[in-house]
Structures are given as structure tokens and as C-alpha cells.
């Protein structure tokens, strides 16, 4: 009997500071960043040094404002060989941006990544998912800035993201200027309905063994990779509280201690690697815009 041969699945970072959630938009004005307490850079080294003892590479979607502060932290994740991706600038949702303003914040956060680490970016995700119905013209910006994927539109119902409809597995996306490589957030379908599996607070407030399930699921039944997702700040369970709301709360703060652990066990018993490696991309140093992988 023919061996299956193992899915290799996306691990990904989204690198931004525990203030910096949209969820606390209201409660933490971005003038008051720069006053406060930062721990993305101990909390991201402590992603690295799980990932170096598992052994996966992964793709980190760094924060323009961050990287800017932190260029050292940058160019860490890239010697230890990750990928690099931008996560925008100012963690801004993109249907509150107009098309303008979203171009200058991807512009500037893509000049910051790569004048600190030498190499092309060509990867992208909206903060917090944010490339909705509203916003599919982001897609456009992104083609005609030469970006090669993205990994903005979750296919699930939201209060703050999601277009349902959406393809759940990587694709190629039509848009005005051109195509460009979508790698959603994953999700299995259950009862007709797309239920969020792709890490983040479903993979801290849902048993592992929802998450366990859920993965098997995709690579074995379906055959298909899992784009997974963490922050720095979910491996951060001292980090300073801020006032919200309960909901807010809830998603934020859930769970916290569990999250290293979890992601531990989650590496032993599944394969990872970059977006990149997932989506059958080039190595960044050599990506041209032309270039796709055999099945699009």
C-alpha cells in the first residue's frame, strides 16, 4: 500500500505588540503607543525559540510600526530562517482606510521590512483579517504594488471580518489589475456552515482537541494544508491589562497560559513550514511577480 505523503501546513506570526489589537482601538489611542510598556520583542524571541526546537520555519507578518522600532528583532527572525511579510503599518482596519491611504501604509511598512532585512517582501495580511466584500479593492493595491499573495479574507462570519462565500482553500484571485495568490484562514465545513480553525483565539479558547481534530481533518480527509495563525502577545500571559469590554476581554486574555504549551504539542504532531513552502513559492531573494506555482 502507496504511503500518503504528509501535508506540509502554513505556520504564521502576525508581529504586533499586546496594545496594538484592534479589539482595543477605542480603549488605547495609537498616540499613547510610543509611551507604553512594549513586549513584542521578548514575546516574539520566545516564538522563535519554540520554533528552533521544533524545528519549522514560519512566516512573519511584522508590523511596519514595529519593525521600525525594532529593526534588530527583524532581522533575527530572518536569520534564523523565516520568512519575512508585512502586516501593514499602523494596524489599521483596511475598510476604515481609503484606497490611498491603505497604499502609503503598505508602502511605508514594506520600505521599513526591507530596508532591515535586505530582502523582498511579497507577502501580505490585513490586520484583523480586514480585506472584507467592502474592501476586496485592497486586492488591486496589492497586485499593482507587486505584492504575490495574501492572506487577508477568512471565509467565516464575523463581527469584524469574513466574507463567508469566500473560497476556503488557497487560490488564485481575480481582481480589476490582475491575480493575485490567496492563502485563506482555514476552516472546516460543518453543518453547511465554515467553522474557524486557523489558530489565534480559536486555538486558545476551543479545546486542543478541537484544534487536533480540525487539522486531521483538512490534511487527511480533505488533503489540504491549514494556514495557521499566532500573536506574540498569546504566549504573554503577564502582559499589562487594558480596560475593555467584556467580549473584548474574553478574546484577549482567555487562556493565555495555555498557548505555548499548545503550540508545542500542535508542532510534534503536525508538519509546518513558511506560506511561502505551502503556496510552492520561490525563495524571497528570487520572486518575480510572474512566477507561480505549477497547480494555478
Not at 520554533?51 to 530572518?78: N, Y
Not at 520600505?111 to 511579497?122: C, H, N, P, T
Not at 507577502?123 to 504575490?148: C, H, N, Q
Amino acid at each position: 500500500m502507496k504511503a500518503v505523503p504528509r501535508i506540509i501546513n502554513a505556520m504564521s506570526v502576525d508581529v504586533e505588540d499586546y496594545f496594538q489589537v484592534s479589539a482595543f482601538d477605542r480603549a488605547v489611542p495609537r498616540s499613547s503607543w510610543g509611551e507604553r510598556e512594549s513586549r513584542v520583542v521578548a514575546n516574539t524571541e520566545r516564538l522563535l525559540e519554540l520554533f528552533d526546537e521544533a524545528g519549522v520555519r514560519s512566516t512573519f507578518f511584522v508590523l511596519g510600526w514595529v519593525a521600525e522600532r525594532h529593526p534588530d528583532l527583524v532581522r533575527r527572525i530572518v536569520a534564523a530562517g523565516h520568512e519575512l511579510a508585512c502586516h501593514g503599518y499602523g494596524h489599521q482596519l483596511v475598510y476604515d482606510l481609503t484606497v490611498e491611504q491603505f497604499r502609503e501604509d503598505i508602502r511605508r511598512a514594506r520600505a521599513v521590512l526591507e530596508a532591515a532585512s535586505g530582502i523582498a517582501v511579497v507577502g501580505y495580511r490585513a490586520p484583523s483579517f480586514s480585506v472584507v466584500k467592502r474592501s476586496l479593492w485592497a486586492l488591486d493595491v496589492l497586485i499593482e504594488e507587486g505584492f504575490t499573495y495574501d492572506a487577508s479574507i477568512f471565509p467565516v462570519h464575523h463581527d469584524r471580518y469574513g466574507i463567508p462565500d469566500a473560497p476556503r482553500h488557497a487560490h488564485l484571485r481575480q481582481g480589476r489589475v490582475g491575480t493575485i495568490l490567496e492563502a485563506p484562514g482555514s476552516t472546516v465545513r460543518w453543518a453547511g456552515v465554515n467553522i474557524p480553525v486557523g489558530g489565534g483565539g480559536y486555538f486558545r479558547l476551543l479545546p486542543y482537541s478541537v484544534t487536533r481534530w480540525a487539522i486531521s481533518r483538512l490534511n487527511e480527509v480533505e488533503q489540504r494544508p491549514v494556514i495557521f495563525y499566532v500573536h506574540p502577545w498569546e504566549v504573554d500571559p503577564e502582559q499589562p491589562r487594558i480596560a475593555a469590554g467584556p467580549l473584548s476581554r474574553l478574546r484577549h486574555y482567555r487562556n493565555l497560559r495555555q498557548t505555548a504549551p499548545r503550540l508545542r504539542l500542535l508542532m510534534q504532531e503536525f508538519a509546518f513550514s513558511t506560506v511561502a513552502d505551502v503556496l510552492g513559492l520561490p525563495p524571497a531573494e528570487d520572486v518575480e511577480t510572474s512566477l507561480w506555482p505549477a497547480w494555478a
